[in-house]
C-alpha cells in the first residue's frame, strides 16, 4: 500500500468554524508532512512531523494548529482562518533511506473560506 | 540557502516531439534533487530522484534527468511526449538545512499539443 489518503477532499468553511484535515498513511513512515498550495505555485512547506514530534514549523500562524496522534496519522486543525487561507491542502509522507526523503503525497483537500 | 529555478513557466510540445523542462539548483552541500509531476487536482508524484548514485537518471514513464554538477542543472527529458504528459513539473532539492526538508523550484506547465 503506497497510498496517502486525505479527508475531506473539499470544505467550505466560514471564518469562524472550526474544522479539521485529516491524512493517513499505512506504509511506516515516520515522517509527514503539511504543505499549503496556491493555484500555478509550488506546495509551501507548513509542518513537518518526525517520529511524531513536532520538527519543522515554518513560522505557520497559530490559526493552524498540527497533531500527530499516531505514526499513522497527521492532523491539521483550523480555526478562525482567513479567505487567504483558502488552498489546496497536501499531506506527505516519507521514509529516509541513505539520506533521502522520498516524499509520498496525498491528493490534497481543497480549502475554501468564506 | 538552497534554491530551485526552474526556466519557462509553461512549455508547449507537439505530440511525440522531445520534451525538456530545465532545472537549476543552487546548494552548498551535495544535493539531493528530484522531479515531482502534479496531474490537474491531484497531488504529487515522484518522476525520478538523483541521490549521487548514477547522474544519469531513469524514472516513471520514459523521463530521466542528468545532473551535471559544472552547470548546476538537472534538466528532465522525454524523448516523445504524449498527451497524458500535460502537467505541472516541480523540480525540488533537500539536503541543505536538514535531509527532510525540501525545497520546490516554482513549477514548469506542460502542455502537450496534438
Known amino acids: 500500500d503506497t497510498e496517502v489518503t486525505q479527508t475531506p477532499k473539499h470544505l467550505v468553511m466560514g471564518m469562524t468554524n472550526k474544522k479539521s484535515l485529516k491524512c493517513e498513511q499505512h506504509?511506516?513512515?515516520?515522517?509527514m508532512y503539511w504543505y499549503k498550495q496556491k493555484a500555478k505555485k509550488p506546495p509551501e512547506l507548513m509542518f513537518v512531523y518526525s517520529y511524531e514530534k513536532l520538527s519543522i514549523n515554518e513560522s505557520v500562524p497559530s490559526r493552524f494548529s498540527p497533531e500527530c496522534p499516531n505514526s499513522s496519522l497527521l492532523n491539521l486543525h483550523l480555526h478562525a482562518l482567513q479567505p487567504e487561507d483558502s488552498a489546496l491542502y497536501l499531506c506527505a509522507s516519507s521514509q529516509e533511506v541513505n539520506r533521502v526523503y522520498e516524499q509520498y503525497f496525498g491528493p490534497g483537500t481543497r480549502l475554501t473560506v468564506t | 540557502a538552497q534554491s530551485v529555478t526552474q526556466l519557462g513557466s509553461h512549455v508547449s510540445v507537439s505530440e511525440g516531439a522531445l520534451v525538456l523542462l530545465r532545472c537549476n539548483y543552487s546548494?552548498?552541500?551535495?544535493?539531493?534533487l528530484f522531479w515531482y509531476v502534479q496531474y490537474p487536482n491531484q497531488g504529487l508524484q515522484l518522476l525520478l530522484k538523483?541521490?549521487?548514485?548514477?547522474?544519469l537518471v531513469k524514472g516513471i514513464n520514459g523521463f530521466e534527468a542528468e545532473f551535471k554538477k559544472s552547470e548546476t542543472s538537472f534538466h528532465l527529458t522525454k524523448p516523445s511526449a504524449h498527451m497524458s504528459d500535460a502537467a505541472e513539473y516541480f523540480c525540488a532539492v533537500s539536503g541543505e538545512t536538514s535531509y527532510d526538508k525540501v525545497i520546490f523550484g516554482p513549477g514548469t506547465s506542460l502542455s502537450v499539443i496534438p
Open positions: 506504509m511506516g513512515h515516520r515522517a
Open positions: 538523483y541521490t549521487s548514485a548514477a547522474t
Open positions: 546548494s552548498s552541500v551535495p544535493p539531493y
